[in-house]
């Protein structure tokens, strides 16, 4: 919700239309809509309020209009197998379980642990996931959200890393990418499993058993075909295991993608915002500089009559110098137009 008024600032009789908003709220057919009503008003009432407040001078004139925002809420759904695009299919580097419930994930650790009496990617071949000793899914809400594994590990003393899928237009031809990680183990276990997160625009998601992860990634990377040492941290390959425990060990900083969420955090004044909203923060960082410098320079590119090599043993030819030409500098002063000068000079 967002609430647009006129301002006028009587000390230099300047009008402009300013606005006050709330966050996004989360409504479902239980919600009571006149308290959230209520709720989002109080809110508009009291920002306008704080911006009064603030000694800025601007006085509000006039009400324009209100306007709502309303967005199609999709939460994270767990679905039944679908198939995995062909073009990741092909490689043969990922399992994807053919189950009919919303236990993909749990299916896939089990796939990733245990081997297969039938056909891998059936449910059949596997002993469900809650006869398993040791396999501990205590507490665990199904879907299993990306922020809910690190639980898993602890309570399984499991590592799993999760990576995803985009859709890419590469040389006028639709392609998928692998990025990630999604979600990037804080300490590799004994067992280790990694996870492709698949996804649709309906909001459903699907968990599946990344079988072969350099098979997985190796094309998208170089289209070398010898064997690649792929750090599953930041993708990144090497021509050797050494050079990539190197890597590991001083250099890799274990990038992970943190996907928006449809919740809420703790921002660091306090405040309750939405966790998908991004927004510049640190305003007592911000310094308005009283002059602020741009230049430019120009040269022309003039042929050189007598071009050879500066000797033997170097293969470059100069053919052409910079010559200057112009240059320019423009002086911006953020508090007073009139010291703010252009200069040019021409050759």
């Known amino acids: 919700m967002e ?3 006129l301002y006028i600032l009587p000390a230099k009789n300047r009008r402009e239309v300013k606005s006050h908003n709330t966050n996004n709220v989360i409504i479902t057919q239980s919600s009571n809509l006149n308290q959230i009503y209520y709720d989002l008003g109080s809110k508009i009432e009291q920002k306008s309020k704080d911006f009064a407040e603030k000694d800025s001078g601007w006085v509000l004139e006039n009400i324009l209009y209100l306007e709502i925002n309303i967005n199609k809420y999709n939460p994270l759904r767990a ?3 679908w198939p995995l695009p062909k073009e990741i299919t092909n ?5 994807n379980i053919r189950n009919t419930d919303e236990y993909c994930f ?15 990617s059936l449910t059949t071949s596997y002993p469900h996931f809650s006869n398993i000793p040791g396999l501990n899914f205590a507490g665990m809400d199904f879907p299993v959200a990306l922020k809910s594994i690190s639980e898993f590990e602890r309570l399984n003393n499991m590592s ?8 890419e237009f590469i040389d006028g031809k639709s392609k998928y990418q692998v990025v990630g990680p999604l979600h990037y183990t804080a300490q590799k276990q004994p067992t280790h499993l990694n996870l492709l997160l698949i996804d649709d625009s309906e909001g459903n998601h699907h968990y599946c058993l990344i079988t072969n992860f350099s098979r997985l990634v190796s094309s998208q990377l170089s289209l070398n075909t010898r064997v690649k040492h792929f750090c599953d941290g930041c993708l990144q390959y090497f021509a050797s295991k050494d050079k990539l425990e190197i890597h590991i060990q001083n250099y890799c900083k274990h990038i992970a993608v943190k996907l928006p969420q449809l919740e809420t955090r703790v921002d660091r004044l306090g405040n309750t915002v ?17 002059f602020c410098v741009y230049a430019d320079f120009e040269c ?16 470059t030819i100069k053919k052409y110098e910079h010559r200057p030409s112009s240059v320019a500098y423009y002086i911006k002063c953020s ?3 009139s010291l703010s000068k252009l200069e040019l000079y021409r050759a």
């Open 3 to 5: 609430l647009f008024g």
């Open 79 to 81: 679905a039944a197998y």
């Open 91 to 95: 490689k043969k580097a990922v399992l």
């Open 106 to 120: 749990a299916w896939s650790i089990v796939a990733g642990m245990i081997k297969p009496k039938g056909r891998a």
């Open 160 to 167: 799993i890393n999760v990576y995803g899928i985009e859709k």
């Open 274 to 290: 939405m966790d998908n909203v991004l927004k510049f923060e640190q305003h007592h960082k911000q310094l308005r500089l009283p």
């Open 300 to 315: 022309i590119l003039a042929p050189i009559d007598n071009h050879s090599s500066a000797s033997e043993d170097v293969c």
């Open 335 to 337: 508090y007073n137009d």
